[in-house]
């Protein structure tokens, strides 16, 4: 009998190729909402002091800016740390998405398409979210090529049902709506109304913010919450289904109070996006849908005499 492939190896693999992706999620990061540059056009990474384009043996994701210390070779000005650290980040999540799709619960897993499509589904989710975020956070925009443009890829995989399912307890919270519904085609409507009650939600605060808090909207351009942010949560409901949509947006909420607040007294003219939040709410309750509804569960037991009652 054929030995089956270590863990080990299956998960390094994913951490090898999710640096490479955090390496171009570097290039995104800068190129995309910069009109005058192209994803594609130079190939090669530049240096953002010199522009000197870097050597191959530079490009290697981490070990090219340890091999550097994180000077450029050519200029020998500074590299921002945050290259490796990205590449570290997505490396990890790409590792812990294979481990949660197809190393957990055992190697006959990999003989099942359901789960290669959850875990291509699960990766493309770290791969378009990470990037949004750090785009948001540096310019205060979401790019439409990273919210609008990924629903061509995430409605038709909604079909796939799976991942929507994924560490559920069902009989809690069915992502599911429509039971008359083929399979197929209850996933991909469910995931779609998901994406537009969370939206239509959150534009709905948007509204009821900029008249409670009009001179703030006044000074934002008249506008509480930017319609980027709209876009992402559409994306999210459709990427999720709407009970992790839930725990999604329930973290980012808090991660935002406390996150913002705490910036706000550190610089009371500091804004902070929500789109960073709202994108690590996302990531959670898709890597860690089990753990979050344990934590939801202990809640309603703390708050209810009986505890939940089946």
């Known amino acids: ?34 009109n005058c540059l192209s994803i594609n056009n130079p190939k090669r990474s530049f240096c953002p002091s010199c522009k000197t384009q870097l050597a191959a043996k530079d490009n290697i994701p981490i070990l ?8 450029c070779r050519y200029c020998k000005k500074p590299i921002s740390a945050r290259y490796p650290l990205v590449e570290s980040l997505v ?13 957990q619960d055992g190697p006959e897993v990999t003989a099942d398409w359901h789960a290669w499509l959850t875990t291509l589904t699960m ?24 919210s609008i443009y990924p629903l061509a890829f995430f409605v038709p995989m909604a079909a796939q049902v799976t991942h929507l399912r ?26 779609l109304v998901a994406g537009a009650a969370g939206a239509g939600t959150l534009w709905l605060i948007g509204k009821m913010g900029n008249v409670l808090f009009r001179e703030k909207a006044k000074a934002m351009g008249g506008e509480t919450m ?21 725990m999604a947006f329930g973290i980012a909420v808090i991660l935002g109070a406390v996150i913002g607040l705490a910036l706000r007294l550190a610089a009371k003219n500091l804004y902070v996006p929500f789109g960073p939040f709202l994108v690590a709410g996302t990531l959670a309750a898709l890597l860690l849908p089990s753990e979050l509804m344990g934590v939801v569960e202990w809640y309603i037991r703390l708050i209810t005499p009986s505890g939940v009652k089946p």
């Open 64 to 71: 090219g800016w340890v091999a550097l210390l994180g000077k």
């Open 166 to 191: 994924q560490d559920l307890d069902i009989s809690m919270a069915n992502p599911l709506l429509f039971s008359r519904l083929p399979e197929w085609a209850n996933g991909v409507c469910s995931a």
């Open 1 to 34: 009998m054929a030995r089956a492939i270590p863990p080990a190896f299956i998960l390094g693999m994913a951490a090898i190729m999710g640096s490479f992706v955090g390496s171009f999620t570097n290039v995104v990061v800068y190129r995309l909402p910069r």
């Open 91 to 103: 490396a990890t999540l790409f590792a812990i998405v294979v481990w949660r799709g197809m190393v």
């Open 226 to 246: 930017g319609f980027g942010d709209v876009k992402l949560l559409f994306l999210m409901g459709v990427m999720l289904g709407w009970p992790k949509l839930l």
């Open 123 to 146: 990766l493309a989710s770290v791969g378009i979210l990470v990037p949004l975020a750090l785009i948001d956070f540096d310019l205060t925009i979401i790019p439409d090529e990273l």
